[in-house]
């Protein structure tokens, strides 16, 4: 079974201060997915992430996928309140060759940004 | 392009009774997620769709728990005699047939179930 742990389980920063949220595995995954989530919403997709060591920037949102495809990081650079949610990472692969696809759910991590 | 459609929104059963989630997904997708998600964690994996096919089930319950992805129609996952365990937010996602890498899954809004 694929496991993806996600760390800290809960946040509450000052608004402008910076963070990082890790997403951790034992197992390698073809692509890594960031989503927030809000009270009463579904997921929303932030951003995918295909190749080892890729970086992708969202605004003040960077997300980092490791060398070796097991484990990615989101970063907030001057966090705002409008940041408060839950964020979720997916890892994605075939679990046996020929199989299909599966979307692995880290636990999340509940963000709040204090104004 | 609408985006992936989940009804209803809320539902109320009695114990005992029969719920029915339906999820139209993204146009041009073929590909359906459920998840299951209590309140504070995570989203647990249920069950994998194609059109007319189930292909990865392991997350579903083995009893009272079915779904469906028919040809025509949306997806439906249906749950037998509900019991108080069974209340959470039930989440549909969709995704497009690809050859790529990316499993990348768009979400509906979710239903979420509450037996009384």
């Known amino acids: 079974t694929q496991l993806l742990e996600q760390s800290p389980q809960f946040l509450s920063i000052q608004e402008g201060e910076n963070l990082t949220v890790y997403c951790n595995s034992s197992?390698?995954?073809?692509?890594l997915q960031w989503y927030r989530q809000e009270p009463g919403e579904g997921p929303v997709l932030l951003v995918t992430?295909?190749?080892?060591?890729e970086v992708k920037k969202l605004k003040r949102l960077t997300f980092q996928f490791g060398d070796a495809r097991k484990d990615s990081s989101l970063h907030i650079t001057a966090a705002q309140p409008g940041d408060t949610g839950l964020y979720l990472c997916?890892?994605?692969?075939?679990?046996?060759?020929?199989?299909?696809?599966?979307?692995?759910f880290g636990s999340g991590t509940q963000l709040t940004v204090l104004p | 392009n609408a985006g992936v459609m989940q009804n209803p929104r809320h539902l109320v059963r009695r114990r005992g009774q029969e719920a029915r989630l339906r999820c139209s997904p993204m146009?041009?997708?073929?590909?359906v997620y459920w998840y299951r998600q209590l309140p504070e964690e995570g989203l647990k994996f249920m069950v994998y769709?194609?059109?007319?096919?189930?292909?990865?089930e392991s997350g579903m319950p083995k009893e009272r728990f079915s779904a469906e992805f028919p040809k025509e129609g949306p997806s439906i996952l249906r749950i037998q005699q509900v019991v108080r365990g069974d209340s959470a937010a039930y989440f549909c996602?969709?995704?497009?047939?690809?050859?790529?890498?990316?499993?990348?899954?768009?979400f509906g809004q979710g239903t979420r179930l509450t037996v009384v």
């Open positions: 197992s390698v995954f073809s692509s």
């Open positions: 996602a969709s995704s497009p047939p690809s050859r790529t890498q990316s499993t990348e899954a768009f």
């Open positions: 769709l194609q059109k007319e096919n189930i292909i990865d």
């Open positions: 146009k041009g997708h073929s590909h």
């Open positions: 997916a890892g994605g692969s075939r679990p046996r060759p020929g199989s299909a696809r599966q979307l692995t």
């Open positions: 992430v295909v190749t080892g060591g």
